[in-house]
């Protein structure tokens, strides 16, 4: 690989050329000092005839004893000493504080993209790709500043977005929250905790409904309304993706997987699903039929609407061998666990004909501009499988309405903020579909916390299939993985460092100089990337340094506060918080 960069190593200057700038300062100082004092001196004392007009010739004058020294000089000498100490006071307080708000990668900035480098990422390109689709408000996703040049960068409308931060390394702050308030249109988000939702919600309200999908109480919100799961199954293509979401869902990250009995059990699953959605049921009745093995009710009710091979399939099962369909059956009912949960279903069933609850309609929340934040945790009894099948039935939803719009996209984008995606919503086609949702006016965001959180869900394959589909990488810190970080160093390239060595032989002095070849950001500089730091690699430009732009930073940091205040119970602590950061 070729140098990228040929400059001399940012550690600053040699020991010679220190001394020689020393030497020329103080020359410069102390002729500049004798020269007006005593011209300032002599114009005081009302002789300055016949003094010299040239620094150094007053200098030398006064050490040959030519040029007489004014009575008024010290008094101006003592002020320009005074003078010249308050600006070093000055100079050395500010160089402080710059220094004070540079952290130890910032150095590296110099070797990075800036300027025509990052040109995709300008607000210019982005308000310019915005016009074109008829876009207003926001030029696109702002992503954070360049730390070269402090200009703002931005993903456009038509890019996509992968991000891998740690744990606590303010990706919600930096990007989550400030997606979210920006978005044109509607927005979907997932997440594992309350703190989006309490931070936006508000702000969300003034552009549409707002939906907060809550089935495991972690933000303490009412089932106000409901979303029938089976609303998604049209066909036994639907049904079959419905029962993918809970089959991965219901799956330790990692989990080794029977050859037979798990698509088996899937295959199952979409059976009763489909049987369910036909005969207008609740989708509880799916598990409920799970529980009994030879009931043959689903198998008439396909067979009636005239999917007759489904039909076979379920059927098959029901007369298998005892301990087969035992087995098949207990493998589906795990994967449809979730549904035992009485809290989670009243967010997914109706309590009873005279319930008077609206039901979520996802194509009407993407044309009214609304507002879906789908919260789940982790673990044995997670709501997982809904959050990724509610996020997916938006998603498509989306979709269709831009096969219908103009151009093949929508008229106005929706912003999916997928943050924890590996925890709460495993979307096992998300890699196959993410570029192509790019040119639907569907702008995706996933949020990962590491590399190989990504590989649990979705394979090496996967991952590196949604991370090369993405426009805007963005990697935050926080991330100790060796492999993935030699990858993104690799990425970053390298430097040429001039560095130089001194010998001495036989009296003789002898100075030379070679190139070096280093990498711009190693894996140790990544590993320990300072919070408000994070490495932006996209599409068309070389990679390059941001500060991150927090929420508190913004021009909705005033109404983000009074949303914490008014939702979260824990305000006080988490506003302290956000100052501290601002």
């Known amino acids: 690989m070729s140098p990228n960069n040929r400059r001399r190593d940012p550690g600053g200057l040699s020991g010679e050329t220190l001394l020689v700038c020393v030497a020329v300062a103080v020359a410069v100082v102390v002729v500049g000092g004798a020269w007006v004092a005593v011209r300032v001196g002599h114009a005081l004392d009302g002789a300055s005839a016949g003094v010299p007009t040239g620094p150094f010739e007053v200098f030398f004058g006064l050490l040959k004893g030519t040029v007489a020294w004014p009575s008024s000089g010290t008094w101006v000498l003592v002020g320009l000493v005074v003078v010249v100490a ?6 050395r307080a500010s160089v402080r504080s710059v220094r004070g708000s540079r952290s130890r990668v910032d150095r590296a900035a110099g070797f990075l993209g800036r300027g025509k480098d990052v040109e995709a990422l300008s607000r210019r390109n982005a308000g310019a790709t915005a016009t074109r689709l008829g876009v207003d408000g926001s030029p696109g996703v702002l992503v954070g500043r360049a730390v070269g040049n402090n200009e703002p960068l931005y993903g456009s409308w038509e890019d996509m977005h992968v991000d891998i931060w740690g744990p606590r390394t303010g990706k919600t702050t930096s990007r989550a929250v400030p997606a979210i308030l920006d978005a044109p249109g509607g927005v979907l988000v997932t997440s594992n905790k309350r703190d989006v939702v309490d931070a936006t919600r508000d702000l969300r309200t003034e552009r549409g409904p707002v939906w907060v999908f809550d089935p495991q109480g972690i933000a303490l919100e009412e089932p106000t309304w409901w979303w029938d799961p089976l609303s998604y199954v049209t066909d036994e293509v639907r049904a079959a993706r419905l029962a993918e979401h809970f089959a991965a869902g219901s799956r330790d990250p990692g989990a080794r997987t029977d050859a037979f009995f798990d698509p088996a059990g899937q295959d199952l699953l979409a059976g009763l699903l489909l049987a369910a959605a036909l005969d207008g049921r609740a989708i509880t009745d799916a598990y409920s ?12 009710i396909l067979r009636d609407h005239g999917y007759r091979l489904t039909a076979d399939q379920v059927a098959g099962v029901i007369t298998a061998p005892d301990k087969q369909r035992g087995g098949i059956y207990g493998t589906a009912q795990q994967m449809a666990s979730c549904l035992t949960s009485r809290a989670v279903a009243r967010w997914i069933s109706p309590d009873g004909p005279s319930d008077r609850r609206p039901r979520l309609d996802p194509l009407e929340l993407v044309q009214a501009s609304g507002t879906l934040y789908s919260l789940s945790k982790e673990g044995r009894g997670t709501a997982g499988p809904l959050v990724t099948a509610l996020t997916v039935a938006i998603v498509e939803a ?13 008229s106005v984008p929706l912003v999916g903020v997928l943050d924890e995606a590996a925890n709460v919503c495993r979307w096992r086609e998300l890699p196959n579909l993410y570029s192509h949702y790019g040119s639907r006016g569907i702008v995706l965001m996933t949020i990962l916390q590491s590399w190989s959180q990504g590989v649990e869900v979705w394979g090496e394959h996967g991952m590196k299939k949604l991370w090369s589909a993405a426009n805007v990488k963005v990697y935050g810190g926080g991330v100790s993985d060796a492999a ?35 990498r711009i950001l190693d894996v140790a500089d990544l590993a320990a990337m300072p919070k408000g730091r994070a490495l932006v690699l996209a599409s068309g430009s070389r990679p390059t340094l941001i500060r991150t732009q927090p929420w508190m930073t913004g021009p909705h940091a005033t109404a983000v506060r009074a949303s914490i205040a008014a939702h979260d119970p824990s305000a006080s602590a988490v506003l302290a918080e956000a100052e501290e950061r601002a």
Do not use: C, I, M, N
């Open 398 to 410: 989306a979709e269709d309405l831009a096969a219908r719009s103009p151009g093949g996209r929508l």
């Open 289 to 300: 039929w799970l529980t009994r093995p030879t009931d043959e009710t689903p198998v008439d």
């Open 484 to 518: 993935f970080l030699e990858d993104l160093s690799k990425l970053v390239g390298d430097y040429d460092r001039r560095a130089s060595s001194v010998s001495t032989t036989k009296g003789q002095r002898t100075v030379s100089q070679q190139l070096q070849r280093d």
């Open 86 to 91: 308050l600006l070093a006071f000055v100079g």
